[in-house]
């Protein structure tokens, strides 16, 4: 897009950098890869390791559509 193109979005000073979805979606290969890490360090098997990530990783995703989800429970989008 050029930056003429009426489409493209220029950020403000007030606009933040990441959402909590934008957290959500690094938080959810990081819980992965924490449990990895945690099975070399502690010599558990890395499957448990992983799957005790995947753990994490679930309950941030739950936490995502759940918990918080990104419309409101009404039905209707959440005003931008």
């Known amino acids: ?8 979005i220029e950020r403000t000073a007030s606009e933040p950098m990441a959402t909590r979805y934008d957290l959500v979606l690094a938080a959810i290969p990081l819980a992965l890869l924490a449990g990895a890490i945690a099975a070399l360090a502690t010599g558990i098997s890395t499957s448990t390791g992983v799957a005790a990530g ?3 990783a679930l309950c941030t995703l739950g936490y995502a559509i759940f918990g918080d989800p990104p419309i ?3 039905g209707g989008q ?3």
């Open 54 to 56: 995947g753990v994490g």
């Open 78 to 80: 959440r005003p931008s």
């Open 72 to 74: 409101e429970r009404g």
């Open 1 to 8: 897009m050029s930056s003429d193109d009426p489409r493209s």
